[in-house]
């Protein structure tokens, strides 16, 4: 391994870097057994960060494991895992798609595979993190292409008057599962991306997942000047011209670098409009080639696909003319010839005049273009109208290919063992065919309620232990140590989260209920230039504050994957009540609901799909739904209602032996209805199946 900062291993357990450095151990509960044995207070301290504890450990604990039997039982058994995971021969891609001669390109500005790699910063990124690990299961030949941002996105503190701040830290890259990514004569792969009239030079690292390797473009070197080596420190830190530049860097430079690497991709991936400038630079190298521009952008179009994620209008890039004729005067070469005909690719006017707009350059270049719900398919068909003049809205191409979570990242311990007792032994393999989970029903009421118990313990253990390290080296009051969430008691979601607190008397009420508490956490990040959403969070902080809800809400701050897991896995009822129709997909709900938690939501994004009346709530509030005070009036009723009548009359509801066994029925429902349907193994394999094969296949024939 090229990191010089890591200790000699002992020949013994050498390929333990070679573990630590393929994130496929993530996902992998004997690979992760290993690093737990290795050092559980250091695999703690670290929040799980095996590269860092390498970079720890000293050479007698080294050696002591080198001599221990049931480490080397362990590491054994993860090692062969490995190898396996890493065989590209009798995949599900092979078998179905048999193709294995060009791959798929998989374009994303933001991805969020672990914790102790920050270059995410939510929703969008866990979606492109559990797309490329479920690709690696399946065998799909993907590569990810991305950013290194050197500070990621933000942590989140909260003053004590409930303000989110905002604090940046560098990465130490040797603490990172990164290393550089290199050419065939085994030089570090730069390359140089033309900005305006100059030139940044852009450094390649890549990442390992298992079959699948992600490559994430860097602009911090010292040949840069100071403002370009800036250009990369930061997911969606800065104005429009950082902005447009980090999009020329990720589509112009994202090109280039897989050419720099020895790869022709078949399929060109752009998850959101951020990449869509891949075109550019494909169209201009066809141009090169000596093809017209128009058989250029055929050829380009026929294996080009994309993802839109937004459903309001501003929530789509778009740069004024003059800011893209500025940046993109290097890149055009031989497309200069054609310049006005690709500037009419972007240009849309979306309410606010006539700009150019990255979705639309997207939708007017992409033959397979998809929305992530079915419900966000029928809103982007008519958003999008203008774009296909005199098609009706059904015949409009934009096919719904609802999002799924990666099962085997968000799945418990804990109930992958019970799914391990009492489900076909093949379930893993076999997690998105439902026949698989109906022995769900098998499983007995008390195995199932013991462990949702324990889950919950770590919750409260994960949230104390944080509210401590506040208290100890911050000496944060006594107030924001209730607030963060000491006082809740083991035994019992952000979009509007003020939502719950509409009538505080009548949630008082709620969550003092003497026989039948409860309690909630919230947890969310607001962008930082989102104003309007550290509002809504200093409300919910005040509440927390608030002495008369008893301490039973808490504020966990920095959510992230780490946060995000406890959370999803240790609670009892994750609440979503987003404003609608703003919620494109979600997937958070899909994560609890697997881990037996369900899910209580508006009926927006997929859980207008996915509740079947028996697997969790829906909120309903009936209301115009232009007058937004009436819609959240509304909707906090309805909300109060189904927590009074049913939600924690269900939950309280116990046998002799202290089983809630109505309760239980609707987890195993959430577990049955929404792990097949809602996994990224039933995702993606439409994605290779509708959008994938068919551009692999055309590619083909055309040759
Ligand atoms: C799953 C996840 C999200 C997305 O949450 P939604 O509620 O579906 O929008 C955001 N951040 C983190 C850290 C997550 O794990």
């Known amino acids: 391994m090229t990191n010089p900062q890591l200790p000699q291993l002992p020949e013994r357990i050498k390929r333990l870097t070679e573990l630590a450095y393929d994130l496929w151990w993530t996902w992998n509960s004997a690979a992760r057994d290993v690093f737990r044995r290795m050092d559980y207070a250091l695999w703690r301290q670290t929040a799980h960060n095996p590269v860092l504890m390498l970079r720890n450990a000293s050479a007698d604990q080294l050696a002591i494991l080198a001599n221990d039997q049931e480490f080397l039982r362990a590491y054994d058994i993860a090692i062969d895992a490995l190898d396996r995971a890493r065989a590209a021969r009798d995949t599900w891609w092979q078998r179905e798609i048999g193709d294995q001669s060009g791959s798929i390109a998989y374009f994303s500005a933001e991805f969020a595979l672990h914790q102790s790699l920050p270059i995410y910063a939510g929703g969008l990124g866990v979606l492109a993190g559990d797309h490329c690990k479920e690709a690696s299961d399946l065998g799909l030949p993907l590569i990810g292409v991305g950013f290194m941002y050197p500070q990621g996105y933000f942590h989140q ?301 770590y919750l409260f253990a994960f949230i104390r232990d944080r509210a401590r390290q506040r208290w100890r080296y911050e000496q944060v009051s006594a107030g924001r140590v209730v607030a963060a969430g000491t006082l809740l008691d083991p035994n019992t979601g952000y979009k509007r989260p003020e939502l719950i607190f509409h009538n505080a008397q009548r949630l008082q009420a709620i969550l003092n209920g003497s026989r039948r508490p409860v309690q909630i956490v919230f947890a969310g990040k607001a962008h930082p230039a989102d104003e309007t959403g550290k509002h809504h969070l200093q409300q919910v902080y005040r509440r927390a504050l608030d002495p008369a809800f008893g301490g039973r809400i808490a504020f966990v701050d920095d959510y992230d994957l780490h946060v995000a897991h406890f959370l999803v896995q240790g609670c009892d009822v994750w609440l979503n009540n987003p404003r609608k129709p703003l919620e494109a997909s979600g997937t958070s709900g899909m994560k609890a609901s697997v881990n037996g938690v369900p899910h209580l939501s508006i009926g927006d994004g997929w859980w207008a799909e996915g509740y079947t009346g028996e697997n969790g709530w829906v909120i309903e509030g009936h209301a115009p739904a232009d007058d937004h005070d009436a819609v959240d009036a509304a909707d906090a009723a309805a909300l109060y209602e189904l927590l009074e009548r049913q939600i924690v009359p269900t939950f309280y509801d116990r046998d002799e032996n202290g089983i809630p066994r109505r309760w239980l029925a609707i987890v195993r429902q959430a577990i049955v209805t929404v792990a097949p349907r809602f996994s990224a193994r039933r995702m993606v394999k439409e994605y290779a199946r509708h959008l994938y094969a068919p551009a692999v296949h055309a590619e083909k024939v055309a040759r």
Request: net charge negative; with cysteine.
């Open 157 to 457: 503190k909260i003053s004590p008057e409930g303000w989110q701040q905002e604090s940046y830290e560098r990465l130490n890259w040797a603490d990172a599962p990164i290393e550089p990514a290199c050419t065939s004569d085994g030089s570090n792969c730069i390359v140089p991306v033309p900005l305006g009239n100059r030139s940044v030079l852009v450094q390649v690292w890549r990442v390992r997942l298992g079959r699948v390797k992600l490559y994430l473009l860097d602009t911090d070197l010292e040949e840069n000047a100071p403002w370009d080596r800036e250009l990369s420190a930061r997911l969606y830190g800065g104005d429009r011209e950082t902005r447009i530049q980090q999009e020329i860097i990720l589509g112009v430079g994202g090109v280039r670098a897989l050419k720099a690497l020895g790869s022709t991709p078949a399929v060109w991936h752009l998850n959101e409009g951020h990449a869509a400038f891949v075109v550019l630079q494909r169209i201009r190298d066809l141009i090169e080639a000596g093809q017209t521009f128009d058989s250029a952008l055929e050829e380009v179009r026929r294996a080009t696909v994309f993802t839109t994620h937004t459903p309001v209008p501003a929530g789509h890039d778009a740069f004024p003319f003059s800011l893209v004729e500025t940046h993109l005067a290097g890149c055009w070469g031989t497309l200069g010839a054609y310049r006005d005909r690709f500037m009419q690719l972007g240009a849309y006017d979306n309410g606010s005049g006539m700009q150019f707009n990255m979705t639309a350059l997207a939708l007017r270049t992409a033959n397979g273009v998809n929305a992530v719900s079915q419900l966000h398919g029928v809103v982007t068909r008519e958003m999008w109208g203008p774009i296909w003049p005199g098609l009706a809205e059904d015949a409009r191409p934009v096919r719904s290919l609802t999002n799924g979570i990666h099962e085997p990242t968000w799945l418990s311990n804990e109930m992958a063992r019970l799914f391990d007792q009492y489900l076909p032994a093949d379930w893993r393999e076999r997690h998105d065919e439902p026949s698989v989970w109906a022995a769900v029903q098998q499983v007995p009421d008390e195995a199932l309620w013991a462990a949702r118990g324990l889950l919950r313990e």
